[in-house]
C-alpha cells in the first residue's frame, strides 16, 4: 500500500498536451461528444437539485404561511393535537448531537490517521486501514440496533460516574447531569461519532501517507519528534484535504436519521444536559410522518426537511470558506 | 386477414380474461402497523383456502386514510376512526374488525408482574410529570402494602406517530380533565415528559433497560416479553389484569350497532369486565370503487370474521361480538349492497 510521493505531487503533473496534436480532428469530435454529454451530466445533477428543493418548498407552503420563518425556527412547541409547530427543540438536536460527534470523532481519527501513516509497523497498517473502512460499510440500522440495545445500556453503567465527576465540574457540570438512560444527546452523539470516524479518517491517512516523503524525512532528519512531524508537517501540508474531510463527516451526521432515532430518546423538551433525552429532525421526520393525518402536521415535516437542507447547505459554505481561506496558506493535494 | 383478425381477437380475449381473474386474485390494502399482524395471518389462510391473495402494506394509519382517499388501494386501515361528516364528506364508508388492549409497564426493582395497581387519573398524573418518584403519596395509596421504592420515575412512550399512542391518550382524556385540556390525544402528541422509544418493541426496550421506567406498550408485547404490567381499576371501580376477555367485555359494552359507521372509541367503557385501554382497528372503503373490488375486501373480512377467530386470538387480537359482526353485515348491505 506505499504510495509514490510523486504521483500527488502538483509540480510533476504531466501536461500531455503533445500527444494529442495528433489525428486531431477525430479526438475534436470525441470530445466534442464527451464534453457535450459531461455538462448535460453537471447540469442534470444541479438541476435535480433545485428542483428537489422546490418541491419541498411547494410542500412546506401551508406550515410557512401559518408560522413565518423566524417564528418556525425559534418556535418551542411541537404539538400535533393543537397544530403548534415550532423547530427550535430539533434544531437544537440536530446540532448539538454533531458537535459531540465531531469533538470525539475529529482527534480520534487525526491519532489513527497518524498512526496508520507514521507509527505502525507495514504489516499492522492493512488490516487496521481494512478494520476502520468496514465501520463504514455497517448499515446506519445496525448502529441504531446496536446503540439501543448494546452501547445504551453499557453506557448506563456510565452515567453514574459521569453524573458524579464530569457533573461535579463548576459551570460545565449541568451539561452532565440526569438519570442514566443510556439514552440521549450524548449516547447519540458517540455513536454518531462512531459512524463518521472512518469517512474522516479515511481521508486523512489517504492525505499523510501522500504526504511527499522528502519533506517528512527532513524533518526528521533535524530531530523533529514524531509529534512534531505529524503537527507541522503532515497537517499544514494537508490542510485543505483534511478540513475537507472533516466537514463530509459533519455532513453525515447533521442527515444521519435511524440510528439517532434509536439512541437520541426522541423527546422535544429543551434541557441543558446532555444525559436528558432530546429529538434531531431527521428523527421526527422518520419518526412522524407516517401518522402525521393533517395536512397542517404533513407540511411541517416538510418544513422541518427544508430548515436542514437550509442547516446543510450553510455548513457546506462555510466549507468552502474556510477551504478558501486555509487554501491559501499552503499548496496541498486534494 | 381474416385469420389475422381473429388472432388478434383472441389474444384481446384472453388478455381481458387474465386481467380480471387477476383483479379478483388479488386485493390491495394499507395503513394501521397495529392490525397488521392479524391481516397477515389472515390473507396467508385466505390465500391457502381461495387462492386470493391479500397484499398488506403496514404503512400507518394516516398513509392508509390517504391512500383510500386517493383510490389506490381497495382497503385502507386506521386506529383512529373517522368521524361520519368526513366518511360523507368523502364517500367512504368503515368498519371496525378486532378488538386489541393496551397496559402500562414498568421496570421498578422488587415489584413483580401484576403487583402494581394503577387508575388513570395516576397514569395522567405520571404521564403529566407531576408524580415524579415510585414512593409518591398518590402511588402508595392505591398500593397499600407494597414496598415502594424512593427512585425517579422516567416516562417511556412512543416516539413515531401510532394507533396505540391515540388510543392511550384518548383514555387519559376521558379520565383526565387536566390531560383533556392540556395535551388531548392524537396519532402523536406534546409529550411534557419522558423518551421516546420507536414502535411497541422500542417502548418495551427502553422500559427493560431503564430503572424506574413506565411506558405503555400492546398487550401482545407484554405477552411475547414477559413484561411487568400493572393491574388497573376500570370505570366500575373493579381491579383487573389484562386479558382479551377485558377487551371484548369493553366492546360488548359499547352499542356499534346504535353508533353511526360505528364511531366508538373503546376505552374507559363501563361494565365491570372492561378493561379500560381497549382499542380497535377500522376498515375504510370507498363507496364508488368498482362493485368487484368492494366485494372481495368484503369477502375477505366476512371470512375473518366467521373463521379468523382462533387465529386472532392466538395474537391477542379479540374477536368483535356477534351483534357487531351482525350489524357489520347490515351495515355493508346498506352502504354497498353486498
Redesign the interface.
Known sequence: MERTPAAADPNLTPAAGDERSAGRTRVLSADFLFHHVALAMAILVGAALIAVVIAIAVDSWPAIKAFGVIGFLTGR??????EQFGAFPFIVGTLVSSAIAMVLAVPLSFGIAVFISELAPSWMRQPVSSAIEMLASVPSIVYGLWG??VF??AF?NVEPWINDHLGAIPGIGVLFQG?P????MLAAGIVLAIMILPYITAIMRDVFVATPTRLKESAYAMGATTWEVARKILLPYTRTAVTGGIFLGLGRALGETMAV??VI?????LSASLLM?G?SIP?VI????????TKLYVSSLIYLGLVLIGITLIVQALAVLLLGTVGRGARAPS | MVTMTKRLAAVAVAATMGMSAQAAQSITGAGS?WVYPLVAKWSTIYAKQTGVQVNYQA?????G?AQIQAGTVAFGASD?PLLPADLAKHGLIQFPTAIAGEDIVYNVPGLRPGELIVNGPLIADIFMGKVKKWNDAEIARLNPGVKLPDM?I?VVHR?????TTFTFANYLSKVSPVWKAK????????????????GNA?VA??VQ??K?AIGYVEYAYILENHMAYARMINSAGKVLSPSLQGFQAAAANVDFTKAKDFYVILTDQPGAASWPISGCTWQILRKNAPRASNAAVIRFFDWGFEHGQSVARSIAFGPLPPSTVSAIKAYWKKNLGI
Not at chain 1, 181 to 184: F, Y
Not at chain 1, 286 to 293: G, L, P, R, S, V
Not at chain 2, 184 to 198: E, F, L, N, Y
Open positions: 412547541t411541537w404539538d400535533p393535537v393543537s439501543l440495545l445504551a445500556p448506563a438519570p438512560m443510556g439514552i440521549g432515532t434509536f430518546g426522541n423527546s422535544d423538551n433525552p429529538a428523527s422518520a419518526n412522524e410522518f407516517t401518522e402525521a393525518t | 402497523t404503512i400507518g394509519s394516516g398513509g386514510i383512529k425517579d422516567t416516539s413515531d406517530g401510532s394507533g395535551i388531548g390525544a392524537d396519532t402523536s402528541i406534546a409529550w411534557p415528559v419522558g423518551v421516546g422509544g420507536k422500542g426496550s427502553y433497560r431503564i424506574g
